[in-house]
């Protein structure tokens, strides 16, 4: 192409003459893209300026170290009191938003994975059963969810004086779920050393058991040795150093529980709500991926001789799992970004405490809302990496 | 017994109908209901769970409900028991808020006027054997600026603040908005994920990748809180107008990941086919690779343009009211307060009312456009 126009003598001039070269004009678009791209950038950096300028206000992080005087009633991690800094309130956010995204994506997956299979049954009555939940959940706005659970709670549950009692331990009132909670003794890390070591000692113990299979054949019962060693060598762990562990139960003093863990409402709300609504996604994920495994695979299983939960764990899970792997990724993703709507209930996630208190009380907006997009695209970041690298593993190996 | 004793020459025996256990409405259970003992104990199991959820909900919100009352004491006092029954008067009471927000009551017939136009409209672009199409779909592209029009006035109309805006007709505008414009957009993202050119590849990828990354909630926070730094100083545009904005640019980058999917679809002898047939760039996307990108990306788009209907409850954080938004200010009011289910259903009804026929909708146009036989 680019040939043939340079050869066309004549009339043209020679800017037509470039725009109807191939490579030029794509050079010159290119040009064209940046240097507008970069104008933009430019006059929005000096708007930036300016108005900043024109109300006094200076970009600075400084904020970040005063003190935030305000409280976060839910800070299971790290202490926290209102005379802490910003910082240390915009750490708790964000340890917020990660324990609400990863209970929520355990939770979503064990769901969804179980109605997605309630989802295939041939009982046509649970089939239609699960699908009604599904339909109607799907199509309702999450936000709506998290306002309507956490509504049942605050309003239908009753105060902690007549909280629902089980066991004495476990009380489930409108101030929230309250469970004994384990204490451990200092000597306790032996404990911990002695659980990673054994899970260390299988890790490597099933990749020779994989090599020997494959090298000679011989079969060994991995997953008993696997179980035994893990759980024996706690076990002796927890006995040899005495058994360092006691319970706090809530006990009522008051109007209200004291000791124990207590799981706020908010918390159960969002949880729930983010949980259920994405595992109705998932559900569907997962019933397509396993509809995807043409039933020819199964029968030829059945015609090698394989059982049927063989089948299923050979043949089918791994074939499905490829199809799930990349649209499970994108929800667990939706989960993560739609836990931000924690703000609504009043759960203190990095958009309540950052985006939201913090940015009212020092008033600055541009300084904020860069933690926390930097927050949700590093953590974003790092669910698609991980499920990338997974996808990477058990996709089919073509040669 | 005469039949059985009948005797008949090999191959002439007449074709027998099936045991009656086998079809009809017997067989039907016995093979989809009672095939195995786990069968027929969750079989069991579904039947008390229906038995013990449908009745209750049944005299709740229909037998028992109150219809008529002042607040909701006089709700509960028309009970058998307080409380015992759905208050539905409370959302006939509130059912101008929960349509046209806070919009001056005498100039909702602009309002009522929109939501025909976007019948109209809706109409003449799902529905490919209308007679006059053509001019129908014009008509839908000019139908956003009337409405606009329309709804906030000037020239010749009284103005009306976005702020007074609210409601369902609020869903409708962020909705709709963003559906219409967000799909244009998005085919430029995804066309220009897929370019040649280095420089516009790296934009795309970095403005939809971005985008993907951030929750909603957080870019309408940055339109409602600093868009305006980044504009001239003394320019302040409508919070609406920006909530729209964030919107649409929200949800074309899930448009774009859709029809990449889409265009990745499209085997290479397609664009080949079109390179030898002389189509410039424009012509051969315009007239072979979208409309076949766009065929197989109408369950995506679909979902995406749902998930965006949804989304518009978002606003509400940012204090603008949507029905959600104007259910829960309506909670606040002392006269009817405690109502909450009746609001969260009657709000969740009307989404599944419009997520649900948007997806069937696309079930079917998905049927209509196969051409696989």
Redesign the interface.
């Known amino acids: 192409m680019a040939v043939i126009s340079e050869t066309i003598p004549g009339t043209r001039n020679s800017l037509t003459r470039l725009w109807n070269n191939q490579q030029a004009r794509?050079v010159i678009?290119?040009i064209l893209?940046?240097a507008i791209?970069f104008a933009l950038l430019a006059l929005?950096l000096r708007?930036?300026v300016?108005?900043?300028e024109?109300i006094g206000k200076e970009f600075s992080f400084k904020f970040l170290m005063y003190p935030a005087a305000y409280d976060i009633t839910f800070s299971p991690f790290i202490e926290y009191t209102s005379r802490s800094t910003h910082l240390r309130a915009a750490v708790v956010g964000i340890l917020n938003t990660l324990l609400v995204a990863v209970c929520g994506i355990v939770l979503a997956t064990v769901m969804g994975f179980l109605m997605g299979i309630l989802r295939l049954?041939?009982?046509?009555?649970?089939n239609r059963?699960v699908y009604c939940f599904l339909?109607?959940t799907?199509?309702?706005?999450?936000?709506?969810h998290i306002?309507?659970i956490h509504?049942i709670i605050v309003?239908q549950l009753r105060p902690p004086r007549q909280a629902m009692n089980f066991a004495d331990s476990f009380f489930l009132s409108n101030r929230g779920f309250f469970i004994p909670q384990p204490v451990w003794e200092p000597i306790a890390w032996i404990i911990a050393v002695v659980f990673i070591v054994s899970v260390t000692f299988v890790f490597f113990f099933r990749r020779w058991a994989k090599k020997v299979q494959d090298e000679t054949g011989r079969v060994y019962p991995v997953f008993w040795i696997s179980a035994g060693v893990i759980v024996g060598a706690t076990a002796v762990a927890f006995i040899a150093t005495g058994m360092p562990l006691s319970w706090s139960i809530p006990e009522l003093r008051g109007f209200n529980f004291k000791g124990g863990l207590a799981i706020k409402p908010e918390f159960i709300a969002l949880w729930l709500a983010l949980s259920y609504y994405t595992s109705c996604f998932i559900a569907e994920i997962v019933r397509a991926g396993i509809l995807a495994v043409s039933y020819g695979q199964t029968e030829a299983a059945a015609a090698l001789g394989l059982t049927r939960n063989r089948t299923l764990q050979l043949i089918v899970i791994p074939q499905a799992i490829r199809v799930i792997i990349p649209p499970l990724a994108s929800q667990y993703?939706n989960l993560t970004?739609?836990s931000?709507?924690a703000?609504?209930i009043g759960y203190m996630d990095v958009?309540a405490t950052v985006?939201g208190i913090t940015?009212m009380q020092t008033g600055k907006?541009?300084e904020t809302?860069i933690i926390?997009?930097l927050t949700?695209?590093v953590i974003?970041?790092v669910i698609s990496g991980f499920m990338n690298w997974f996808n990477k593993k058990t996709a089919l190996v073509e040669r | 017994m005469a039949e059985a004793t009948e005797t008949y020459k090999v191959g002439q025996h007449p074709d027998l109908p099936p045991p009656r256990s086998e079809v009809g409405v017997i067989g039907w259970v016995k093979y989809n209901l009672l095939s195995t003992p786990f069968n027929v104990i969750m079989t069991l199991l579904a039947i008390w769970f229906l038995w013990s959820i449908i009745p209750p909900i049944f005299e709740w919100a229909v037998l028992d409900s109150v219809w008529t009352a002042e607040s909701r004491k006089a709700c509960w006092a028309k009970m058998e028991v307080p409380e015992g029954a759905a208050c539905w008067a409370f959302i006939k009471d509130r059912i101008g808020l929960f349509i046209y927000g806070f919009y001056p009551a005498d100039l909702r017939w602009r309002v009522n006027l929109s939501f025909v136009l976007m019948v109209l409209a809706i109409v003449s672009v799902l529905y490919e054997n209308m007679p006059g199409r053509k001019f129908g779909l014009w008509y839908a592209v000019a139908f956003p600026f009337i409405t606009g029009w329309l709804l906030v006035g000037g020239l010749g109309l009284t103005h009306v603040d976005t702020d007074q805006f609210g409601g369902i007709m609020l869903t409708f505008i962020i909705g709709i908005t963003g559906i219409s414009f967000s799909l244009p957009i998005g085919i430029l993202l995804a066309l220009g994920r897929r370019s040649k050119l280095p420089v516009i590849r790296v934009l795309c990828v970095l403005i939809i990748e971005f985008i993907r990354g951030v929750p909603l909630i957080a870019l309408l926070f940055i339109a409602s809180t600093m868009l305006n730094y980044f504009l001239p100083p003394g320019t302040a545009f409508d919070l609406l107008l920006r909530v729209l904005i964030m919107v649409t640019v929200f949800s074309s980058a899930y448009i774009a990941e859709v029809i990449r999917g889409g265009l990745q679809g499209i085997p290479n002898g397609q664009y080949e086919a079109a390179d030898s047939l002389g189509l410039t760039y424009t012509k051969a996307h315009l007239l072979i690779i979208l409309p076949q990108a766009l065929k197989i990306s109408i369950p995506g788009i679909v979902n995406t343009f749902i998930g965006l209907y949804k989304d518009t409850t978002l606003v509400l954080i940012i204090g603008m009211l949507d029905p959600l938004g104007v259910g829960r200010a309506s909670l606040a009011d002392a006269v009817w307060a405690g109502l909450a289910r009746e609001v969260y259903i009657f709000v969740a009804v009307f989404f599944f009312i419009c997520c649900f026929s948007m997806s069937r909708y696309s079930l079917w146009l998905e049927k209509r456009l196969s051409t696989e036989n």
């Open positions: 794509s678009i290119q893209t940046v791209v929005i708007n930036v300016n108005n900043l024109a049954s041939k009982n046509w009555l649970i059963l339909e109607f799907r199509n309702v706005p999450v936000l709506l306002l309507f509504g309003t993703l970004k739609n931000s709507l703000i609504a958009v985006g940015l907006e541009m809302m926390v997009l949700y695209l974003s970041m």
